[in-house]
């Protein structure tokens, strides 16, 4: 057979066969995965974007990831890494060899690259980033299902305050793994049923609110109890076709999920501007019981002058801040922006500490932070120049104005408004009645009192004109 014989056939006339194409161009492109969406990488946030709260968006105790990797005051932790990896694997020396192996493949490398900015992993060999992931992924994994809810013994030499900052740098946007790297970590402790509920317990927790004494509301924004989601909120698979990219994204999808936004049928403008002044028209609050961001509901009573609005509860505390900033920042590169409207929404209620006082007596915010006056400075500065979808809670403002219009104007209203809030001008009110009761029922018996003997005495001396 010559050499003419085995040459491929249209290869000097530079046509190639599909099947030759597909191969140079998969050699080419090495098998490259297709580009992430822009949500999905874990970035830096920009410094237009942090604006004054830069400190609300860098650990504080812990770095996870690239972005604050070699931090000098962050060493303690970073030395503890291998000690909670070693004891999440059973000191298991195989184990660990195994679960290098599963997130030391090329293809893994790669993939796990790519959900960072290209330049924020370039300077780390594969070992180098291998290991990050690997030590990243186990701490986080330890964490979720030893130290959080768990025993102080646990903590592995982190005192309480340490723990405490822990928790909030987990949902830092610069502080993030793929959570690819926790799901194979899952995989290799054959724990994936039960890490999945702790997972989703864990996120849950975190926004929600302590339970009440007597009513069961949700926690600030969403209900568990023995690692179970209640009220008819149900546990989110996290592998498949629902993996999420990372915590903050399962974290911002838990919030959100299920948002069916209503479409907008006229240009509408408010005009309320804080919860006593809708209190002031018969509009109550009260805690939602659906705890997506989205369930801002109005409901008409049987009275005519009342209404309620349902929303769903949060609790204020140290770690509200920074939570609300970063998944703000991850709002930046997404149509889905329920967080920062919700954050508005919440801004144009509270305009002063009796407005916080006002929803705290509703069940609907819970203060662990301090005074009302800091919780309302919280949402004023958070709010200020967020812009929200136009579309966001259009039903439920569109009500709230409507009653509003109607009823601001009533006497009750203006009652309301100008005596029941203060108490002496109340007292005030009430004498002033009184008064005028008492000054009608003398003027009746003045009236219509029967005569007596006395009042025909005056008149016989009135006609005989002695009087």
């Not at 999945?196 to 004494?213: A, G, M, Q, V």
């Not at 309320?272 to 369930?295: Q, W």
Request: glycine share 4%.
């Amino acid at each position: 057979m010559s050499a003419q014989d085995i040459t491929p056939p249209n290869i000097t006339s530079g046509d190639q066969p599909e099947d030759e194409q597909w191969v140079i161009d998969s050699i080419m492109n090495g098998d490259a995965p297709p580009p992430l969406p822009s949500i999905a990488r874990i970035r830096r946030v920009s410094g237009i974007e942090k604006g004054e709260y830069e400190k609300y968006y860098v650990p504080k105790v812990v770095s996870i990831g690239p972005h604050h990797f070699g931090n000098e005051k962050l060493e303690l932790v970073e030395k503890l890494k291998p000690v909670f990896t070693m004891k999440l694997l059973s000191k298991n020396k195989e184990t660990l060899r195994s679960l290098y192996k599963r997130l030391g493949d090329p293809q893994m490398v790669k993939d796990l690259r790519s959900f960072y900015e290209e330049d924020s992993t370039t300077q780390y060999s594969n070992k180098e980033f291998t290991k990050m992931m690997l030590q990243d992924s186990c701490f986080i994994l330890y964490y979720i299902q030893y130290i959080f809810g768990g025993k102080p013994e646990d903590y592995e030499g982190l005192n309480m305050h340490q723990v405490v900052f822990l928790h909030q740098d987990l949902f830092l946007l610069e502080n993030q793994v793929p959570f690819k790297a926790l799901l194979e970590g899952m995989k290799e402790l054959g724990q994936y049923e039960w890490l999945n509920k702790k997972i989703n317990s864990f996120i849950h927790e975190n926004i929600l609110s302590p339970e009440k004494t007597k009513r069961k509301w949700l926690k600030a924004m969403f209900c568990i109890q023995n690692d179970k989601i209640c009220r008819g909120e149900q546990k989110m698979e996290l592998a498949g076709d629902n993996e999420p990219y990372h915590l903050i994204h399962l974290l911002h999808r838990t919030l959100t999920h299920n948002i069916n936004v209503p479409k907008n049928e006229k240009n509408y403008r408010c005009t309320f501007r804080n919860v006593n002044e809708l209190m002031d028209v018969g509009i109550h609050f009260k805690p939602s019981s659906n705890m997506c961001l989205a369930h801002v509901k109005f409901i008409n009573s049987w009275w005519w002058f009342r209404a309620s609005v349902e929303l769903p509860p949060i609790i204020v505390d140290d770690s509200t801040k920074p939570m609300l900033l970063n998944l703000i920042a991850y709002e930046m590169r997404t149509s889905d922006t329920w967080v920062t409207s919700y954050v508005c929404l919440l801004d144009s209620l509270i305009d002063y500490p009796e407005d916080v006082k006002a929803l705290r007596k509703a069940g609907v915010l819970e203060n662990s932070l301090g005074s009302d006056k800091e919780v309302a400075k919280l949402f004023n500065e958070i709010g200020t120049d967020l812009v929200p979808d136009n579309l966001a809670y259009f039903d439920a403002k569109n009500k709230i104005q409507r009653h509003y219009e109607r009823r601001r104007n009533t006497v009750m209203s203006q009652l309301k408004h100008e005596y029941v809030k203060s108490p002496w001008a109340f007292l005030a009110l009430l004498g002033g009645m009184m008064a005028l009761i008492l000054s009608a029922v003398q003027a009746f018996f003045s009236v219509w009192s029967p005569k007596t003997e006395c009042d025909k005495l005056c008149e016989f001396l009135n006609d005989k004109h002695h009087l």
